[in-house]
């Protein structure tokens, strides 16, 4: 008895697993991930002027008068000016999801002018998004 207890758990676990993966499967959707990259050295002065959290406060300004989702990290890198010479900087990258480009060109024409860029790099892609929802405690009692 105890085995065929065992037997029909494992089968509803089974069960439940494609049940989840069969959901998740269908609330997968392709939409568009643009990343702007803002380096903030200075163009003229080829070093950062401002602390970080200054551009961040800026950057994070910019995007809610623009009323668009976004997230942000701070990473460090390295390129060569046209002249050869090599630079380090700090450099923040912007993503958005699904978020139309004209407003995404608004925003990188806004922080290359207020962060005194030559430029900012802007790549996008499609991503597969899916949102999984947890379970609350009062939902798992169910």
């Known amino acids: ?21 069969a959901v998740n499967r ?6 568009s991930e643009t990343k702007v990259y803002i380096g903030l050295n200075d163009a003229d002065t ?6 970080t959290s200054s551009y961040i406060s800026v950057l994070k300004r ?10 942000f990290d ?3 890198g390295g390129y060569i000016h046209d002249d050869g010479e090599y630079t380090e900087e700090n ?8 978020v ?3 407003i995404i060109d608004e925003i990188a024409q806004d922080l ?11 790549t996008t892609g499609p991503v597969h998004v899916r949102m999984i929802r947890g379970v609350s405690d009062d939902e798992s009692d169910a």
């Open 62 to 71: 910019v995007c809610v008068e623009h009323g668009v989702p976004f997230s």
């Open 46 to 51: 080829k070093r950062q002027e401002h602390d």
């Open 91 to 98: 450099t923040i990258v912007l993503t958005f999801i699904d």
């Open 100 to 102: 139309e480009k004209e």
């Open 1 to 21: 008895m105890a085995n065929a207890l065992i037997k029909r758990y494992v089968q509803n676990v089974v069960k439940t697993q494609k049940t989840i993966a």
């Open 112 to 122: 290359c002018a207020d962060f005194h860029q030559e430029s900012v790099l802007i």
């Open 26 to 31: 269908a609330f997968t959707t392709v939409l």
């Open 74 to 76: 701070v990473i460090n």
